[in-house]
């Protein structure tokens, strides 16, 4: 008896643990949307047309490059300077596509927000995840003339999906493991993954077990993922978007072996030891078209896209340290 009632309290400890964050989410009806996030959401459906539209992966090279081409004239468009992480996984050569914001009084102190930008075989990938990568490509129009004191890294990674997905051909473990053997101090890592698919239906939300216990069945949020290892980086942002942010939020810090919470570029960064943690509407746990021909661009909700966007935004400046 004394050994159930120990793993209970035990179990009952680490679910307290796991879901248990600072802060409030928004609730209630959204405001008005504001011009500079129609702005942000006209650009975002330009962005997620171009890199999306059509299937774009290792195995539809030409389609690959396109869009790889797409977001280094986006970014250079930006007046920044373009970087790349050439690699050869297979048959022909890929690359991250990477630009900063360099830091001032801590620009040692690198944050990282990336998202893959190749679709997974016989999808075109419109919310997984020309989303992701529309996001990233507007925070760094956002940051362009602003000062942080840390670093901000953009990038959009190649080969997250199958079968690349989990392996050292993965975009975002190559870069991950550069990082660690030049000794960056990356200090946080954002992976957006999957962030244009939303709704106001009852049920419209599902969960690994046990999380649909303690999260709503609504699917109009945005949910922060981590492992316990970056817990205390998810609270610290969770706190930070909830304060800025006027869009409803959730968050975990879980055990990796639950499904879905290493399940993106995150997961590279976490193998070598850096604190790392996914940005996502929580892909097939909501989103009926995930990993399917149908996830195409008129799929995405750009208006709330655009206010998760302005919410990391502010988040990201608060980070980052960025003058007022």
Do not use: C
Not at 220 to 231: H, K, Q
């Amino acid at each position: 008896m004394v050994f159930w009632l120990t793993l209970a309290a035990a179990t009952a400890w680490l679910l307290w643990y796991m879901v248990k964050v600072p802060g409030v989410s928004w609730s209630g009806a959204l405001k008005p949307i504001t011009a500079e996030e129609k702005l942000l959401a006209d650009n975002a459906r330009r962005h997620v047309a171009a890199i999306a539209s059509r299937e774009h992966n290792l195995f539809r090279p030409d389609e690959l490059e396109a869009s790889a081409r797409y977001i280094e004239r986006a970014f250079s468009g930006l007046g920044y300077a373009v970087g790349t992480q050439r690699y050869q996984p297979g048959p022909g050569e890929v690359r991250n596509i990477e630009v900063e914001v360099p830091g001032g009084a801590r620009a040692g102190e690198i944050v990282v927000v990336g998202a893959h930008y190749d679709s997974v075989m016989g999808a075109v990938g419109a919310n997984d995840n020309g989303s992701g990568v529309a996001a990233v490509i507007e925070l760094a129009r956002l940051f362009r003339d602003v000062k942080p004191a840390r670093t901000l890294r953009f990038v959009a990674f190649v080969n997250e999906e199958p079968p690349f997905y989990h392996s050292d051909a993965m975009g975002s473990r190559q870069h991950a493991r550069r990082s660690k053997e030049r000794g960056e101090n990356i200090v946080a890592m954002f992976s957006l993954e999957t962030i244009g698919w939303y709704s106001d239906r009852t049920g419209s939300q599902h969960y690994p077990f046990p999380l649909s216990f303690f999260y709503p069945s609504t699917g109009n949020f945005i949910a922060f993922v981590s492992n316990l290892s970056s817990r205390a980086l998810l609270h610290e942002v969770i706190a930070s978007f909830r304060r800025h942010a006027e869009f409803p939020s959730e968050a975990v810090a879980a055990p990796a072996f639950i499904p879905g919470v290493d399940w993106s570029d995150h997961w590279s960064f976490w193998k070598e030891g850096y604190p790392a943690l996914m940005v996502t509407d929580t892909a097939l746990y909501r989103y009926p078209h995930y990993h399917t021909a149908q996830d195409t661009p008129d799929k995405v909700d750009y208006e709330r896209l655009a206010r998760v966007v302005t919410g990391l935004y502010r988040m990201l400046r608060e980070l980052s340290g960025a003058e007022k």
